[in-house]
């Protein structure tokens, strides 16, 4: 992947719905000297999304997104995105389905992360899904986004041991701490691309 000059590193996009604990993570990481990236556009379809607070501290461009019409909002991102000479985007907790025209449109690569060792549990409620059906592993998988859900060419993951009474949440917890690590080396992996 190109990196761009000037700031001499790739323009990247996250995208965020809620906490945004993977984009706090993937902005530390921005900062590091090793980093290939650099954060300079928060995109959210929320307003409400907690993560938006850390684009504030860091001081980095954030635009809200209302999804009601898809086709408009996606529109809209391929705009600021090609404003911004966004190279890269990173789905961090986004939960909205990016259409196959965006993806066809958009010029540069799109990541997506997953609470679950792919190709099992795609969709929602992983973790719940994987205690029931008494997994012993479960984990985290960074891949590429094509236009089937959760089914892009992966690029790493990380298993992440289920124990015995394990709730949801503990494992969800246990799962989030491997997905801040996980990010950014899957980003280093496929800087060279
Ligand atoms: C993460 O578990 C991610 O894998 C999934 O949604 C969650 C987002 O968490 N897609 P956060 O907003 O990054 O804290």
Known sequence: MAQSTGSNKIKTAVFISGAGSNLKSLIR??????????VDLIISNDRKSKGLGFGKIFKI????????????????ILFELKKNKIDLICLAGFMKILSKNFIKNFKGKILNIHP??????KGLKTHERAIQNKEKY?????????????????????KVKINKNDSPE????????????????????????
């Open 170 to 193: 503990k494992l969800a917890k246990r799962i989030l701490a491997q997905e801040h690590k996980l990010y950014p080396k899957a980003i280093l992996k496929i800087s060279n691309l």
């Open 116 to 121: 679950s060792l792919l190709p099992k549990y």
């Open 29 to 38: 990481f921005s900062k590091n000297k090793i980093s290939p990236i650099s």
């Open 138 to 158: 479960s984990g985290c998988t960074v891949h590429f986004v094509n236009s089937r859900l959760d089914s892009g060419k992966i690029i790493l993951q990380k």
């Open 61 to 76: 461009k954030r635009k809200i997104f209302n999804f009601k019409i898809k086709k408009d909002a996606e529109k809209k």
